[in-house]
């Protein structure tokens, strides 16, 4: 299984940035994907997750981003996106797509966000 994250970039406070996980090879049906971020000298936390509707879908948001970040999957194309809206500078850091499976948990390579003017 491999994860092609995608989407980061740098982009004025305020502004909107869709980052997409693309995940190749065999996941099966039931599985969690999402987000997390990593900012300098910081630690990795969970910016969002949504689980696939075989473990009856539900999705999870860290405080700093409800109301501002949306989660959302296509299970047919084994694809998470991240719609981040009204980005703030603490928003930057190198943020990771993961997915989570019954066997194991798997990274993607991170994609910068820089939010700044």
């Known amino acids: 299984v491999q994860l092609q994250a995608s989407g980061g970039g740098l982009v004025q406070p305020g502004g909107s940035l869709r980052l997409s996980c693309v995940a190749t090879?065999?996941?099966?049906?039931?599985?969690?994907m999402g987000w997390y971020r990593q900012a300098p000298g910081k630690l990795r936390e969970l910016v969002a997750s949504?689980?696939?509707?075989?473990?009856?879908?539900?999705?999870i948001y860290a405080d700093p981003v409800k109301g501002r970040f949306s989660i959302s999957r296509d299970n047919a194309k084994n694809t998470v996106h991240l719609q981040m809206n009204s980005l703030k500078p603490e928003d930057t850091a190198a943020y990771y797509c993961?997915?989570?499976?019954?066997?194991?948990?798997?990274w993607g390579q991170g994609t910068l966000v820089t939010v700044s003017s």
């Open positions: 090879g065999s996941i099966g049906s039931s599985n969690i």
């Open positions: 949504a689980a696939s509707v075989g473990r009856v879908g539900s999705t």
């Open positions: 993961k997915l989570t499976t019954a066997a194991n948990d798997y």
